[in-house]
């Protein structure tokens, strides 16, 4: 719950990524502080001083799947003059590869960082955050945590368990004032996704939108008051219903698909591309 912007500071991880300094720019014009946290300074730093009020935002360099550094940063926020109320797990990373194609380090890489950390992190901020009078949670999952996609198996797992873990979260922290939410986007337009993801939805007609549209769902919800949870876009809000109630519907679905899914994981060109 966001009573009062002028007085709280998000803690956002991922912040110099294509979703991460939209919301960062979307936060800071609203009159949030930012600590800022990604694993190049430089970028980091670039996206602080053309934020508004720049002296209002910190940046911290962390690779939060190394546990030294993950402390680094906890022990930051609660260094912080007023500590931090709002915990914005955005850092992620994305695998597009039939299953058989990953290896355990790619295995260990997706699921540390989409799950492993998110949940490590809510953890050890917690304490702070139910200091606040604003403490919230925000947890940034996928459609595909959702609707289980050929060729993203993997991310798929990991953004299931973070939704798993929200909900449950959610229901724990339900007579606190610490509220969870999650968000699940489809398809956005940054570097997360290779080309080969990029010609895959182009191929399968999937829609993709601005990391701008992402960051004001992210904003509702903190706005929203009370601990919620929002799928972007649609038809994909229709098919995860579907999904969840007749599974079967969607599977035939997704199994005519798979040719496409094959060919694009295995690295084809759009036509016309050598
Ligand atoms: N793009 C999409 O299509 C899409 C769709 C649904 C959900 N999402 C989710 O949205 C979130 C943001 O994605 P994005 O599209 O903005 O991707 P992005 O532009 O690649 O940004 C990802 C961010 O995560 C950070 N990160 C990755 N591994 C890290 C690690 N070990 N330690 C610290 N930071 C790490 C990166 O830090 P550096 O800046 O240091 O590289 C980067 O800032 C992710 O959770 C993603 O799964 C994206």
């Known amino acids: ?63 939060l799947t190394d546990k030294a550094q993950r402390q680094s940063l906890v022990e930051r926020c609660q260094a912080l003059a007023g500590g931090v109320d709002v915990l914005i797990n955005n850092a992620g990373v994305s695998q597009f590869a039939l299953l058989e194609h990953i290896d355990d380090a790619s295995l260990r890489e997706v699921l540390e960082t989409n799950l492993l950390v998110p949940i490590a992190l809510t953890r050890d901020l917690l304490p702070l955050l139910a200091q606040s009078r604003h403490g919230a949670v925000v947890n940034i999952g996928s459609a595909f945590g959702h609707i289980g996609h050929p060729g993203f198996c993997l991310y798929g797992a990991s953004k299931a368990g973070l939704h798993g873990f929200s909900e449950a979260l959610r229901r724990e922290q339900g007579d606190s004032g610490v509220q969870v939410h999650y968000l699940a986007p489809r398809a956005v337009d940054t570097t997360l996704n290779s080309d080969a993801v990029k010609n895959l939805n182009r191929a399968l007609g999937n829609h993709s939108d601005a990391p701008e549209t992402v960051a004001a769902q992210c904003l509702k919800l903190l706005q929203s008051g009370s601990s919620g949870r929002r799928f972007i876009g649609w038809p994909e809000r229709l098919f995860i219903k579907v999904n969840a109630l007749l ?25 016309g591309e050598i």
Do not use: C, F, W
């Open 1 to 63: 719950m966001r009573k009062d912007a002028s007085t709280a500071t998000v803690l956002l991880t991922g912040a110099a990524g294509g979703i991460g300094s939209a919301i960062a720019r979307l936060l800071a014009a609203q009159g949030y502080s930012l600590l800022l946290q990604g694993r190049n300074q430089e970028r980091l730093e670039t996206l602080r001083l053309n934020l508004p009020h720049p002296e209002r935002h910190r940046t911290m360099v962390a690779d």
């Open 247 to 271: 599974p079967a519907v969607v599977d035939s679905a997704l199994i005519k698909k798979l040719p496409v899914v094959r060919e694009y994981a295995a690295g084809k060109k759009p036509q």
